[in-house]
């Protein structure tokens, strides 16, 4: 079946400007994560949804950064007044639900931002 | 805050050699998770260990998952040059929680 997708696949874009970034999950799992790996770096947290609600939303790094997932499907992760800083690549993972203790995240291919 | 150390870094080694990393934390995981990050790509899946001492082995790869759930160890015999790499482990805990990466560690294999 298919994996999770995200576009762009690259995206360059001037400081201050407004970029969005897109998930698509597998389909039927209900939770989805962004995460932003930096160069040589593990990937790190941002935020998490449950469905239609962002269950944690602590790894956001100030209030420039937001993410929706209206209809508990495709995500959006949206970055105001970009700042060289927040070059990276922003992955994306779902992961089914269940009665289970542990679920297994699968991850996209990521989108590499670059803010000249 | 919990955090995953990945040792070494950086490992370059001869196709044919055997080869251990390991990813060590303070903190008790429910689960601990490895993955293959290849340049371009989002980190491929390759083993989820949950239980205290479990040894799960995937073809040339052996993990296992220290009696207390606080650290792992990926080992991988005869390596060939297909299996260069950013090897990651994640630390996960119960449901549908967000995972904590380490570092990750850069396999090079050479031919």
């Known amino acids: 079946g298919a994996g999770v997708s995200q576009t762009p696949s690259n995206k360059v874009t001037e400081k201050g400007k407004y970029v969005e970034l897109r998930c698509d999950p597998i389909s039927g799992h209900t939770a989805l994560y962004w995460y932003r790996q930096s160069l040589g770096q593990g990937p790190e947290f941002l935020i998490y949804?449950?469905?239609?609600?962002?269950?944690?939303d602590s790894g956001l790094p100030n209030d420039r950064f937001f993410a929706v997932r209206p209809e508990g499907s495709v995500s959006t992760l949206k970055i105001q007044r970009t700042e060289r800083g927040d070059s990276a690549v922003y992955l994306c993972a779902s992961s089914p639900s269940g009665s289970r203790g542990t679920y297994e995240q699968y991850f996209g291919p990521g989108t590499r931002l670059t803010v000249t | 805050t919990q955090l995953l150390e990945q040792s070494p870094q950086f490992l370059s080694i001869q196709e044919g050699e055997n080869l251990t990393v390991y990813c060590n934390s303070s903190s008790v995981f429910s689960s601990l998770q490895w993955y293959r990050q290849e340049p371009g790509e989002g980190p491929v899946l390759l083993v989820t260990?949950?239980?205290?001492?479990e040894v799960k082995k995937l073809k040339r790869l052996t993990f296992q998952f220290g009696d207390a759930r606080k650290d792992s160890s990926l080992h991988i015999t005869a390596a060939q040059t297909g299996d260069t790499g950013l090897y990651l482990c994640a630390g996960g805990n119960s449901g549908n929680t967000p995972l904590v990466f380490g570092k990750g560690t850069r396999l090079s294999v050479i031919a």
């Open positions: 260990v949950v239980t205290g001492g």
């Open positions: 949804f449950q469905g239609t609600g962002a269950a944690d």
